[in-house]
């Protein structure tokens, strides 16, 4: 303590009283005021759910304050506030719904299983019995791969693992801790009448998250995708035409038709095969077939050309 005078220490040993003496003043009156809102409340529940908005305000305001001061990147803020509207959904939410499941019927045989599995972007496939009501199982990409090459007598009911059923209701969070403690990838979401609403993953709950998280096989969810420095775009057949005159900056020299699908079939003259390939020459700019499902032209590569030309219809 040598240097300091003793009107200094007076001073200082003052200044730590008064610090002790205001917190444990600021710390009865917390108690206080806690002791009252228990008392304005009909239940603990009640009580401490008020207590976690309350908290829950003060780390949202903590997080707005630092994002405005830029310490807090839009995209880390924007990670928090979803963490906590999380508990706030049901799996009806995110869940992939039962008209877009994609699933396998439980009399194919192993190997057509195997070829529409890997045809396909997933590794795991509701297993179902006539119906899509009657799920029995869940299929994964790799126990089909081992029955096929290790288990010649397998059928896909012997290899399937035990579906897992929720209720459309249940909370996402509560379903997450679930999932993760049974080390479970999927779980089929069912109504009050046992019937299939849909179907939800790890990863459609980890996306309400951190977003979209896109694998090779995504496509981004727009009707125009530019791939690459060059003129060259993936395009959904279902882009209408206004939209895509806006991109590539021609006009389209047609009457009531109104998508890309729409314009490609009547310059082709007939309705497509499956696997058909398919190149149209239209003002300059070439447009392939990428998908072609149900006589409908799903995915079109559009790509400028060098020299400007236009075509009759060419099909390879």
Do not use: C
């Not at 290790?150 to 209701?169: G, M």
């Not at 420095?229 to 021609?250: C, F, K, P, Q």
Request: aromatic share 8%.
């Amino acid at each position: 303590m040598e240097g300091f005078t003793p009107s200094v220490l007076v001073m200082i040993i003052l200044a730590v009283i008064v610090g002790f003496a205001a917190g444990y003043f600021l710390m009865k009156q917390r108690e206080k005021i806690k002791e009252a809102k228990k008392k304005l409340h009909t239940s603990e529940q009640e009580y401490e759910e008020d207590e976690d908005n309350e908290y829950e305000e003060e780390i949202m305001n903590i997080v707005n304050e630092g994002h405005e001061q830029g310490a807090i990147m839009e995209g880390e803020a924007r990670m928090i506030t979803n963490i906590f509207e999380f508990g706030d959904k049901d799996v009806t939410d995110v869940m992939t719904s039962r008209k877009k499941i994609d699933a396998i019927e439980v009399s194919m045989s192993v190997e057509k299983a195997l070829n529409y599995m890997l045809d396909e972007p997933y590794s795991r496939y509701p297993l179902y019995e006539e119906d899509i009501d009657n799920i029995v199982g869940v299929l994964y990409l790799k126990d089909v791969i081992d029955a096929y090459l290790n288990q010649k007598d397998a059928t896909l009911s012997d290899i399937a693992r035990e579906p897992f059923f929720v209720h459309q209701t249940m909370n996402l969070s509560v379903l997450f801790q679930e999932m993760q403690t049974k080390k479970i990838h999927m779980a089929i979401v069912i109504d009050e009448y046992s019937q299939t609403e849909g179907i939800v993953s790890m990863e459609d709950m980890l996306e309400v998250i951190v977003g979209n998280i896109l694998d090779e096989y995504d496509v981004e969810d727009r009707n125009i995708t530019k791939i690459g420095w060059a003129d060259i775009y993936l395009v959904r057949g279902s882009t209408r035409l206004e939209e895509l005159e806006d991109t590539l900056g021609i006009e389209f020299e047609v009457e009531d038709i109104e998508t890309l699908n729409g314009f490609l079939i009547d310059q082709l003259g007939h309705l497509p095969e499956d696997n058909e390939e398919i190149e149209i020459i239209y003002q300059g700019y070439s447009f392939k077939s990428v998908d072609i499902h149900d006589n409908m032209i799903r995915q079109v590569k559009v790509e400028k050309r060098k020299r400007k030309e236009e075509e009759d219809v060419r099909t390879q």
